[in-house]
């Protein structure tokens, strides 16, 4: 069984980052094969595109934040 070595930068964020995660899944259509098949069996491909999305996310809001437009 593989196992997670990932560690969030700050403490306490894994909450909020698992709940970003979902609604990533939701945005992309996802949802519905989360919850029959469960994150264990996803592709490869389906876990990745959930990742992609939430760096671009987060790239999007981390420059929002430093252009001083902390909305949208």
Do not use: H
């Not at 306490?12 to 919850?35: H, V």
């Not at 029959?36 to 990745?48: D, I, L, Q, V």
Request: hydrophobic content about 35%.
């Amino acid at each position: 069984m593989p196992r997670n070595t990932n560690k969030t930068a700050v403490p306490g964020a894994a909450k909020a980052l698992d709940q970003f995660k979902y609604e990533i899944a939701n945005e992309i259509g996802l949802t519905g094969r989360i919850q029959t098949a469960g994150w264990e069996n996803m592709t490869s491909r389906e876990c990745g595109s959930v990742g992609g999305w939430m760096t671009k996310k987060m790239v999007q809001m981390a420059e929002q934040a430093l252009a001083g437009n902390t909305q949208g």
